[in-house]
């Protein structure tokens, strides 16, 4: 360290003024007052000072000194700043308002597929179960009700029903007043022609009642819901051989899940995986829509919200709805005469977890689950219902289609106040999607799942809105943070995405998994360990 005397004087100068300064300033006095000779020496010290000259390595000093602490300043302010959006991410539950640069990469393991050459679909009928085209004990005439997906599954599973009883099955009558009140015909949707070549080997399919029983009046009959097969083959079959044309009013749900032949539920699968095929206008129309949605090798996924107004009225659920938007749903469900439950407990019924998910529910349930922002989502559902509609979805997933929105107006004119045939073309998007997401496991959700696990297991969430629900309100109610919330949401879910999981069979029919959701075991079938080789 120098001896030097400037040295020793300059660090007692530099000292001073600032001590007197602030000694004044304590006292209040306005004007520093001190003798010439100190004024003009602290002048010239300062000026010499701010000259490079001789002491430069000095004044480089403290111009890095100041450097460095205003540096350390920044850095500190930039952490308080990072600290608090953290703190933000992870207590907020308001998540959508965060900047999407915050939001992680897109992973492979998302789209991912759980499928494995372990399996394989297994539909072929054996030789002796092709049908004696010589001998028919009758002819059924149909009436399939509810909706596309309910009238698909009960088509399918008259062709079983015909099969037990050797019977000719005349191509189905459609539902015209559900909800929709759609006019088309079995014609309009499906390829006809492609049903009776499919099934020929099986059943015997005609377009109308030949002219040897045109003019008999068909017994009408609802027949048992969940029946077993005996029903058929021996209550029922003594009625069409006594009547020759028996006519079924309602075709849901009539045949069990369960306890049926593996040639029966063979048949099932055969007949609605394979021998209901849409007509070709909506096969083109729909496969163009699925190729633009799969532009530059990008996927999607096709999102069943079931946020409509018919199903909440049905459900009863009104989460997140105004009070004159819950008054709406009840005035439908009263109004709807065939609907039995008037008086629903909404919040209860969202808290079992059998309640629609609301958009925002949604759109927090995928990023839990890991989908960027950037996501294509397609809607394979129809108007959203009330005031704030998909704004909550939206904000988080600005990518949202249609089939009204990826359809020119051209493309789509022959298909509208044609309900099912637009649905029928949310059912192909959603077939062919990289994820299946549904909120609701209603018709259109069971008959999806269940052909994406024929197809060979294509992923397919199926959420767990119990636990769901439960998880989201601690959160919102500051008991659990963010990263908890995706922790548990996740650990949920290991095994609700499509993986192969053996049908779940129940004490009841409506307690137990539908044999169209999961045609496993049934229609699909584990490979040997010498045919894998």
Same mark, same amino acid.
């Given at each position: 360290?120098?001896?030097?005397?400037?040295?020793?004087?300059?660090?007692?100068?530099?000292?001073?003024?600032?001590?007197?300064?602030?000694?004044?300033?304590?006292?209040?006095?306005?004007?520093?007052?001190?003798?010439?000779?100190?004024?003009?020496?602290?002048?010239?010290?300062?000026?010499?000072?701010?000259?490079?000259? $001789?002491?430069?390595?000095?004044?480089?000093?403290?111009? !890095?000194?100041? %450097?460095?602490? =205003?540096?350390?300043? &920044? @850095?500190?302010?930039?952490?308080?700043?990072?600290?608090?959006?953290?703190?933000?991410?992870?207590?907020?539950?308001?998540?959508?308002?965060?900047?999407?640069?915050?939001?992680?990469?897109?992973?492979?393991?998302?789209?991912?597929?759980?499928?494995?050459?372990?399996?394989?679909?297994?539909?072929?009928?054996s030789s002796k179960k092709i049908r004696d085209k010589s001998t028919s004990n009758g002819y059924i005439l149909?009436?399939?009700?509810?909706?596309?997906?309910?009238?698909?599954?009960?088509?399918?599973?008259?062709?079983?029903?015909?099969?037990?009883?050797?019977?000719?099955?005349?191509?189905?009558?459609?539902?015209?007043?559900?909800?929709?009140?759609?006019?088309?015909?079995?014609?309009?949707?499906?390829?006809?022609?492609?049903? $009776?070549?499919?099934?020929?080997?099986?059943?015997?399919? !005609?377009?109308? %009642?030949?002219? =040897?029983?045109?003019? &008999? @009046?068909?017994?009408?009959?609802?027949?048992?819901?969940?029946?077993?097969?005996?029903?058929?083959?021996?209550?029922?079959?003594?009625?069409?051989?006594?009547?020759?044309?028996?006519?079924?009013?309602?075709?849901?749900?009539?045949?069990?899940?369960?306890?049926?032949?593996?040639?029966?539920?063979?048949?099932?699968?055969?007949?609605?995986?394979?021998?209901?095929?849409?007509?070709?206008?909506?096969?083109?129309?729909?496969?163009?829509?699925?190729?633009?949605?799969?532009?530059?090798?990008?996927?999607?996924?096709?999102?069943?919200?079931?946020?409509?107004?018919?199903?909440?009225?049905?459900?009863?659920?009104?989460?997140?709805?105004?009070?004159?938007?819950?008054?709406?749903?009840?005035?439908?469900?009263?109004?709807?005469?065939?609907?039995?439950?008037?008086?629903?407990?909404?919040?209860?019924?969202? %808290?079992?977890?059998?309640?629609?998910?609301?958009?925002?529910?949604?759109?927090?349930?995928?990023?839990?689950?890991?989908?960027?922002?950037?996501?294509?989502?397609?809607?394979?559902?129809?108007?959203?219902?009330?005031?704030?509609?998909?704004?909550?979805?939206?904000?988080?997933?600005?990518?949202?289609?249609?089939?009204?929105?990826?359809?020119?107006?051209?493309?789509?004119?022959?298909?509208?106040?044609?309900?099912?045939?637009?649905?029928?073309?949310?059912?192909?998007?959603?077939?062919?999607?990289?994820?299946?997401?549904?909120?609701?496991?209603?018709?259109?959700?069971?008959?999806?799942?269940?052909?994406?696990?024929?197809?060979?297991?294509?992923?397919?969430?199926?959420?767990?809105?119990?636990?769901?629900?439960?998880?989201?309100?601690?959160?919102?109610?500051?008991?659990?943070?963010?990263?908890?919330?995706?922790?548990?949401?996740?650990?949920?879910?290991?095994?609700?995405?499509?993986?192969?999981?053996?049908?779940?069979?129940?004490?009841?029919?409506?307690?137990?998994?539908?044999?169209?959701?999961?045609?496993?075991?049934?229609?699909?079938?584990?490979?040997?360990?010498?045919?894998?080789?």
């Amino acid at each position: 360290m120098s001896n030097s005397p400037l040295a020793g004087g300059t660090i007692t100068t530099r000292r001073r003024p600032i001590d007197f300064i602030e000694y004044a300033e304590e006292n209040g006095i306005g004007k520093v007052n001190i003798g010439h000779h100190h004024h003009q020496h602290r002048r010239t010290l300062v000026i010499s000072l701010m000259r490079p000259g $001789r002491y430069l390595s000095r004044w480089i000093f403290a111009a !890095l000194m100041l %450097l460095m602490v =205003s540096t350390m300043f &920044v @850095k500190i302010i930039l952490i308080h700043i990072f600290v608090r959006v953290n703190a933000t991410m992870n207590t907020s539950h308001n998540f959508l308002q965060l900047p999407r640069h915050l939001m992680h990469a897109q992973s492979s393991e998302i789209w991912a597929n759980h499928g494995s050459d372990k399996y394989y679909k297994c539909v072929d009928r054996s030789s002796k179960k092709i049908r004696d085209k010589s001998t028919s004990n009758g002819y059924i005439l149909v009436h399939a009700n509810g909706g596309l997906n309910q009238m698909r599954t009960g088509i399918s599973d008259m062709v079983a029903v015909a099969k037990l009883m050797n019977a000719s099955l005349v191509l189905p009558l459609l539902d015209h007043k559900s909800f929709w009140t759609d006019p088309s015909e079995f014609k309009d949707i499906f390829d006809w022609q492609h049903f $009776r070549k499919a099934l020929e080997d099986d059943i015997e399919v !005609l377009e109308s %009642l030949p002219p =040897s029983v045109a003019n &008999v @009046k068909p017994f009408v009959k609802a027949p048992v819901s969940w029946s077993k097969p005996s029903y058929y083959s021996r209550d029922i079959l003594k009625i069409l051989k006594r009547h020759k044309v028996i006519e079924f009013t309602h075709t849901d749900s009539r045949l069990a899940n369960n306890g049926i032949s593996h040639s029966i539920q063979k048949l099932r699968c055969h007949a609605m995986y394979e021998a209901i095929r849409f007509t070709e206008k909506i096969e083109q129309l729909g496969a163009k829509l699925v190729s633009r949605l799969k532009e530059n090798g990008e996927p999607y996924i096709a999102l069943h919200l079931r946020y409509e107004k018919d199903m909440l009225a049905f459900t009863g659920c009104n989460h997140n709805l105004t009070r004159n938007e819950a008054e709406e749903l009840q005035k439908l469900r009263y109004k709807t005469k065939h609907w039995k439950e008037k008086r629903i407990n909404g919040t209860k019924k969202r %808290l079992l977890g059998v309640c629609p998910m609301t958009p925002r529910e949604a759109a927090i349930f995928l990023e839990a689950m890991g989908y960027p922002s950037n996501t294509k989502i397609c809607i394979v559902a129809g108007e959203i219902f009330g005031q704030d509609g998909l704004k909550a979805l939206q904000e988080r997933y600005p990518n949202i289609y249609y089939h009204s929105n990826l359809a020119t107006e051209q493309e789509l004119k022959p298909f509208m106040q044609r309900h099912n045939q637009l649905a029928a073309l949310d059912y192909i998007i959603a077939l062919h999607a990289d994820v299946f997401f549904y909120t609701y496991d209603g018709n259109m959700a069971k008959s999806i799942r269940g052909h994406r696990v024929f197809k060979g297991f294509w992923k397919t969430i199926n959420p767990d809105k119990e636990n769901f629900v439960r998880l989201i309100d601690e959160m919102e109610n500051k008991k659990l943070t963010w990263k908890e919330f995706v922790t548990q949401v996740r650990g949920l879910h290991v095994n609700r995405t499509g993986a192969p999981n053996g049908r779940v069979v129940g004490h009841s029919p409506k307690m137990e998994e539908n044999f169209y959701a999961n045609p496993f075991p049934g229609c699909i079938c584990i490979r040997s360990k010498q045919k894998s080789r």
